[in-house]
């Protein structure tokens, strides 16, 4: 059945979830802000522009969030003039956004109180896969509500994984991106030895991809080590600190062994320091490379 949907957060993976609503068919609003991608082609296919949180919540029977992290989804779901204030009963928060756990249960608890239903269900893969509808989502929430949304969430995303409870799908994000990341941080700390040591790029990669090191990491890495080209993984370094942030905040919340974890923090703050958070992690080979 089609839905009518509000969405919260239109940036380069909320902008391919809101395409492929509509091209199922779904009646979107989304809030206008100015860190959404340029919209026009979202109105053009259908998409209606509110200029407030109220607005997205009116008609919603279903409210996607796809933040920066858990001081963004705090504010607009509980915040003075959020969500949490204007829901209808029943409607469902499913917050797609990177989040430390302890703050999406007390998000989903609070929902819980207003009426409303929540489930976590952060992404991974990247813009592009956004843009094809081929996200993998990791859904925190009951059994039965996962049934209910999952035709749903198979209109932008192509893997769903039903981790548990609430708070899971936002757990398994962060396992997921200490070791992504962390993956793609060795890589760039390696490269940038390389380089020191004029072993020739093409060389580098080509030996790893060949023997333990070749997997996903290397490739989204690979074509900048080779040819400056970081198009492969448009990861933001500010965003990369965000998440392994959270990772390190979970793993001390649960008395976890965070030592990897502090050393990757480590780079990708040296990396923010040194180029800009807005730089792509890829790039992280340039800030490591320098004397």
Known sequence: MKKQIGMVGVGLMGHGIASNLLRHGHALTVLDHPGNQPLDALVAAGARVAAS??????????VILCVTGSPQV??????????????????????????VPKSTGRVAAAVGRAGGRFADAPMT???K??????????????????????????????????????????????????????GAALIAEAAACARRGRVAPAVFAEVLAK???????????RPFIERGDDSALKFALSNAVKDLDYYATMAADSGAVQAIAQAVLSDLRLGVQQLGGDCYVPALVDALARD
């Open 129 to 182: 896969e956004a843009a094809e509808g081929r996200l993998n989502l990791l859904v925190g929430c009951d059994a039965a509500l996962f049934a209910e949304l999952r035709p749903l969430l198979a209109c932008f995303a192509e893997n769903i994984t039903h981790c548990g409870e609430v708070g899971a799908g936002h757990r398994m994000k962060l396992l997921h991106n200490f070791v992504s990341l962390g």
């Open 211 to 221: 023997g333990g090191g070749g997997g996903v990491a290397l490739e989204r890495m």
């Open 74 to 99: 705090e504010a607009v779901v509980l915040g003075d003039g959020g969500l949490l204030a204007h829901l209808r009963p029943g409607t469902v928060i499913v917050d797609c956004s990177t989040a």
């Open 125 to 127: 893969r990247t813009p």
């Open 53 to 62: 949180l109220q607005a997205v919540a009116a008609d919603a029977e279903l």
